[in-house]
């Protein structure tokens, strides 16, 4: 079944720019929305944004034109680039498969932003 | 954004309860709502869509209810794999948004 893995830097610094990477494998990568969702330690799910396999994006307001994601069909690959991050971005960050509710998810990757 | 409540925040049940999950929205998002089960350090497990459709491989004793503004996710008799936080998500109107968990105890 498919498969989905977060990668990326673990410790970003204040005010730059968070990227990351997502995996797909195992499954049927084209004609999907592939969605980011974020979850700092200890609190609920937040929806970043989600594209679809032709480039189409949806974002949150509340990141305020911060995120940036693309699509690379050829390696069944979504990114995201959040921008000007502080420690509020502070988060365990997920992928996941779908356009209105989400399944399956990534396992998640943990990202810092510290001096 | 419409805003999305639980409640209780926390539950503290035995196995072999019925538990029942309440999620209120902020305005109407008719049946679109979905149900989530994340255990500690893992990513959520997508439960039921629409309101009370249950997707494939999840067990028959979840069930979801609702329309409107008020959702109910009940589970007729927990069991030990059961105790976990529950969220509910709206998909009415972009951005999409989640409540803010319900935690299920052990009692």
């Known amino acids: 079944q498919v498969q989905l893995q977060e990668s990326g830097p673990g410790l970003v610094k204040p005010s730059e720019t968070l990227s990351l990477i997502c995996s797909v494998s195992g499954g049927s990568f084209s004609s999907h929305y592939w969605s980011w969702i974020r979850q700092p330690a200890g609190k609920g799910l937040e929806w970043i944004g989600q594209i679809d396999t032709s480039g189409s994006t949806n974002n949150n307001p509340s990141l305020k034109g911060r995120v940036t994601m693309s699509v690379d069909t050829s390696k069944s690959q979504i990114s995201l680039k959040l921008s000007s991050v502080t420690a509020a971005d502070t988060a365990v960050y997920f992928c996941?498969?779908?356009?209105?509710?989400?399944?399956?998810w990534g396992q998640g990757t943990l990202v810092t932003v510290s001096s | 954004d419409i805003q999305m409540t639980q409640s209780p925040s926390t539950l503290s049940a035995s196995v072999g309860d019925r538990v029942t999950i309440t999620c209120r929205a902020s305005?109407?998002?008719?049946?679109?709502l979905a149900w989530y089960q994340q255990k500690p350090g893992k990513a959520p497990k997508f439960l039921i869509y629409?309101?009370?459709s249950l997707e494939s491989g999840v067990p028959s004793r979840f069930s979801g209810s609702g329309s409107g503004t008020e959702f109910t996710l009940t589970i007729s008799s927990l069991q030990p794999d059961d105790f976990a936080t529950y969220y509910c998500?709206?998909?009415?109107?972009?951005?999409?948004?989640f409540g803010q968990g319900t935690k299920v105890e052990i009692k």
């Open positions: 998500q709206q998909y009415n109107d972009y951005p999409w948004t």
């Open positions: 996941a498969r779908g356009k209105n509710w989400f399944d399956p």
């Open positions: 629409k309101a009370s």
């Open positions: 305005q109407s998002i008719s049946s679109w």
